[in-house]
């Protein structure tokens, strides 16, 4: 399957949605963004993977004061695999209360469901150290 403009757009809009709904805690929306199997990778951050949408819930409440106050996508890059399997990889920037700021990618498998693409897998990795050639 060949992406269209509009699946390319789509996908866009669904990855820059999650900031928007993290960041104002509307988790009863999880499913727009999220496929219902959904498994999200926090390894890095020492909470392993979470799957389904009340495991990201309970882990973002946990986190409490420490979520970021802005989640900020930037530097999507879609493809397409061989095999019709559809990856995202952005860019995150996350600034805390404090003013903080730190810095993700986020590899993501998207799938197209009946009602449009969703995020069915993601994986965090936080960018902690410059490029040393």
Same mark, same amino acid.
Request: aromatic letters at 6%; one cysteine or more.
């Given at each position: 399957?060949? !992406?269209?403009?509009?699946?390319?757009?789509?996908?866009?809009?669904?990855?820059? !949605?999650?900031?928007? !709904?993290?960041?104002?805690?509307?988790?009863?929306?999880?499913?727009? !963004?999220?496929?219902?199997?959904?498994? *999200?990778?926090?390894?890095?951050?020492?909470?392993?993977?979470? /799957?389904? *949408?009340?495991?990201?819930?309970?882990?973002?409440?946990?986190?409490?004061?420490?979520?970021?106050?802005?989640?900020?996508?930037?530097?999507?890059?879609?493809?397409?695999?061989?095999?019709?399997?559809? /990856?995202?990889?952005?860019?995150?920037?996350?600034?805390?209360?404090?003013?903080?700021?730190?810095?993700?990618? *986020?590899?993501?498998?998207?799938? /197209?469901?009946?009602?449009?693409?969703?995020?069915? *897998?993601?994986?965090?990795?936080?960018?902690?150290?410059?490029?040393?050639?």
């Amino acid at each position: 399957m060949a !992406l269209s403009v509009e699946d390319r757009l789509a996908v866009h809009e669904l990855v820059s !949605l999650h900031g928007h !709904l993290m960041d104002s805690g509307e988790f009863d929306r999880m499913d727009e !963004l999220f496929c219902a199997d959904i498994v *999200y990778d926090v390894s890095a951050f020492g909470l392993g993977e979470l /799957r389904g *949408y009340e495991a990201i819930r309970e882990a973002s409440l946990a986190v409490g004061d420490a979520n970021p106050v802005g989640h900020h996508v930037t530097n999507i890059c879609v493809t397409e695999d061989l095999d019709g399997t559809v /990856r995202v990889r952005s860019k995150g920037i996350g600034v805390s209360a404090t003013g903080s700021v730190g810095s993700v990618v *986020y590899e993501d498998v998207v799938r /197209r469901e009946t009602a449009g693409w969703r995020i069915a *897998y993601r994986r965090v990795i936080p960018r902690r150290t410059p490029l040393h050639p």
